[in-house]
């Protein structure tokens, strides 16, 4: 079934968010003056995209991360063109050939599909169309579509998050008069013309084209396959058949009863979740459960809020995205579904058990617990547990014939809870950061010297970061100056600690880029140089603050949480701290210039 509509009714950020709060499989395809692009879907996961007629593909982006060479693509491709029918995506041909790890494959496609969300979120006019059996894949092409899920996908929510972050900053660049160069002039083809059509002259497969996971750009199909008769898009007939897929022993007439409560979300014209951005963070739900409906739903009435919805029924999972909300500076709150609730084999007791380790990781993280309405030990014992609220939640076996009704009155308070609360966690977070922000301000008054500069921002770190270490960027190498957190005197591992900035790294990208770095990262020279010498963090998540002075990045400072669980980071308030520090140095080196001219 194809879905067609236009962009001037819905933004592309809707398109996306509703894609995977449905978890649809399929390709999206976006149509404007410029040209056209490509985002596929596997169970509401983006699994590729094709920027804006293939002018920038995977392999031109792995090359510009220092991933691969040149010549490693043209090996590559030479692996394709010989596979015959046994041949593969790009991206699994690199990872097979040894030339990729895992995640420098997660971080290249996320790139390609970051630049391509970040291109469509511009347009204000143009057309799209959603096609749920574009995912098929050609004989030619052994790739599988359960396979992309299993080995790379990422969640569409967090992506838009990003590409929306990315976006705005390049906007702000724009309006202040600096030059921002395009994507396709930053990732310009690496080979030349004819290296690259080698790989094209093979039989067609149109499906590793659309997923974007391999350099088919310049292919003919000459069977074209038949093209189906596209529909209007509507956002709430998409969210009826999923109702129907989720209440089939309900009658009708209560499944329209529900698809009723939830048009409101459907119908706004603008997302709230791009104001949330804008504003500089962003608020999430947590939502450890297997409800359906509870999922869907609770992902549809919080979006007019500019909330997020994540769920999961994984321990792990669960760790990971409340991980990966932070490192996008997202504020989340993590709730518990009610034990024995429709499809849960889940017991009071392990729930209990549960909720002990999350508090005991995520020590900021608010919990709130769902419960039976009847259920009052459960309720207290949920409270001495450290839970902010617990909340009904209706009996969908036992209260059949008012279900639906409870359910929407049930929602309308979710709703209201971890609004109010969410934006009341952001305000009193923000108001300590303020706090350290202006003691920083008064010291560097007294600072004048790169290495006193450093030293208080890694001071700074240290009320946020259990380890953290100051690195001195050398022409081919970070040097360890000093470090809080990761030893003392002779026993400090950092000491004559040096960082290689051959090939590509995490630190080579904030060199380059001159852009802070936090999340969690799995790189090779990051566990190789720095971890093999301090020791490896519970979480890998890393903050990698780059110092600049007259353009040139001269100081990283790093932070981990060393055996401790991530907590939140003020991010925007260490750039702001970092931007200050970098002016006063450059003041500094221009007064001295005066100083000696003045001499002379």
């Known amino acids: 079934m194809a879905l067609t509509g236009d962009l001037t009714q819905l933004h592309i950020a809707d398109i996306i968010q509703l894609i995977h709060t449905t978890r649809k499989s399929g390709t999206l395809t976006v149509t404007g003056e410029k040209g056209e692009s490509r985002i596929i879907f596997s169970n509401g996961y983006l699994v590729g995209a094709s920027h804006l007629n293939n002018r920038i593909r995977i392999g031109t982006v792995l090359v510009k991360m220092h991933v691969i060479t040149p010549e490693d693509l043209k090996n590559a491709l030479d692996a394709q063109k010989y596979a015959g029918k046994n041949r593969e995506p790009l991206l699994r041909t690199l990872m097979q050939m040894g030339k990729v790890s895992d995640d420098a494959a997660f971080k290249g496609l996320k ?31 052994s790739y599988q579509p359960g396979v992309m899920e299993q080995e790379i996908s990422l969640d569409a929510q967090m992506v838009l998050m990003d590409s929306l972050r990315v976006f705005d900053e390049r906007e702000r660049d724009k309006q202040a008069g600096q030059k921002v160069p395009s994507y396709e002039i930053i990732f310009s083809d690496v ?13 067609p497969a149109i499906t590793a084209d659309i997923l974007g996971l391999a350099d088919l750009d310049r292919m003919e199909n000459k069977i074209a396959p038949p093209t189906p008769v596209p529909e209007i898009f509507d956002p709430v007939e998409i969210h009826r058949q999923k109702i ?56 549809t009435i919080c979006k007019n809020d500019g909330i997020l919805v994540f769920t999961t029924s994984e321990e792990d999972d669960l760790d990971r995205i409340i991980d990966q909300c932070q490192a ?32 005991e990781r995520h020590q900021s993280v608010p919990m709130f617990q769902l419960s039976e309405p009847q259920d009052y030990l459960f309720t207290l014992q949920s409270f001495r547990d450290g839970m902010r609220a617990v909340l009904p939640k209706p009996d969908r076996e036992g209260g059949k014939e ?105 630190f080579r990208d904030v060199i380059e880029g001159g852009e802070p770095f936090f999340g969690e990262s799995d790189d090779e020279v990051l566990r190789e140089s720095l971890f093999a010498r301090i020791g490896t963090p519970l979480r890998q998540t890393i903050f990698l603050l780059p110092l600049k002075c007259l353009g040139q990045v001269r100081t990283i400072i790093y932070g981990d949480f060393g055996q401790k669980n991530v907590s939140p980071v003020p991010v925007e308030f260490f750039q702001i701290e970092v931007q200050h520090a970098g002016l006063r140095l450059e003041n500094t080196m221009y007064r001295e210039q005066i100083l000696k001219s003045m001499q002379k």
């Open 111 to 141: 790139k390609l599909i970051e630049i391509t969300i970040v291109e469509l979120i511009s347009w204000t006019g143009g057309t799209f169309m959603f096609d749920d059996q574009a995912i098929a894949v050609s004989p030619e092409c």
């Open 402 to 506: 008012t279900f639906i009704e409870d359910m929407t009155v049930f929602l309308e308070s979710f709703r209201s809870l971890v609004r109010n609360f969410l934006y009341e966690t952001n305000i009193n977070s923000e108001a300590s950061a303020i706090k350290r922000l202006m003691g920083l301000f008064t010291a560097l008054q007294t600072r004048e010297k790169l290495t006193d500069i450093s030293h208080l921002l890694l001071q700074s770190f240290s009320q946020v970061f259990e380890r953290s270490i100051v690195f001195f960027v050398l022409p081919e190498a970070l040097a360890a100056d000093r470090a809080f957190g990761v030893g003392s005197g002779r026993s400090d591992p950092s000491m004559g600690l040096k960082i290689p900035l051959v090939g590509y790294s995490v």
């Open 244 to 299: 129907r897929e989720i209440l089939t022993d309900f009658p009708a007439d209560r499944q329209e009863a529900f698809v009723a409560f939830l048009r409101t979300a459907t119908d706004c014209a603008s997302s709230p979740v791009i104001s949330a951005q804008r504003e500089g963070y962003g608020r999430a739900v947590v939502l450890f459960s297997v409800d359906t409906l509870l999922a869907h739903a609770a992902m």
């Open 328 to 359: 996008l500076r997202i504020v989340p709150a993590l709730v518990f579904d009610s034990p024995g609730s429709f499809g849960s084999s889940l017991q009071k007791e392990n729930v209990a058990s549960l909720r002990l380790r999350a508090r």
């Open 191 to 203: 080979l030349p013309q004819e290296d690259r059509e080698v790989a094209v002259k093979i039989t």
